[in-house]
């Protein structure tokens, strides 16, 4: 069984106004926020063997910050087009991975990814709690996991398991 996890990256600053959407970096809260879900995937034996990431600043800081907590070295892969992608351009990537690739962590932006996991999500398999609060709100650092089909090829529209979402903010209130 193969697992897609969607990482929307951290809270980003709107410090500099004149500064392009695609460069502007994490603010202090999102520079908090990385590790703690690098630490969760870890603490959760989330950790990809692939990240395909958007090459904007803020999902890039986002994945540095993310990486030490993980402990283990992933493949990762910038990807110009997941910069404000929509759902069926991140949705292409997907069997393009290797076969020995288990897990795969998207980093990008919403609408897209919100919209992503919406398109994968099988409602029959999945946990419906956690389907109800990715259509309320897909904040910022929040991660969706989808256990899904033996080959990526097969990984398309409604063949994902969705059995986890969660934030920041719900890890460090603890269980």
Not at 14 to 30: E, K, M
Request: glycine content about 6%.
């Amino acid at each position: 069984m193969k697992r897609l996890s969607l990482l929307r990256h951290a809270k980003s600053s709107w410090g500099d106004p004149g500064q392009r959407d695609f460069d502007r970096p994490l603010n202090a809260r999102g520079r908090e926020a990385a590790p703690v879900m690098g630490a969760y995937m870890a603490k959760n034996d989330l950790v990809p063997d692939l990240v395909l990431c958007s090459t904007a600043a803020r999902t890039r800081e986002t994945l540095a910050l993310l990486l030490p907590r993980l402990r283990a070295e992933p493949l990762v892969e910038f990807r110009d087009d997941f910069y404000l992608a929509d759902p069926g351009t991140m949705m292409a990537a997907i069997p393009q991975a290797e076969p020995s690739i288990a897990h795969i962590l998207i980093i990008a932006h919403n609408p897209g990814l919100e919209m992503l996991a919406m398109r994968l999500c099988d409602p029959e398999r999945s946990d419906i709690a956690a389907l109800a609060r990715i259509a309320e709100k897909y904040p910022t650092a929040a991660l969706a996991s989808f256990a899904g089909p033996d080959a990526w090829a097969d990984f398309g529209k409604g063949a994902g398991e969705l059995d986890l979402f969660v934030t920041p903010k719900e890890i460090a209130r603890g269980p």
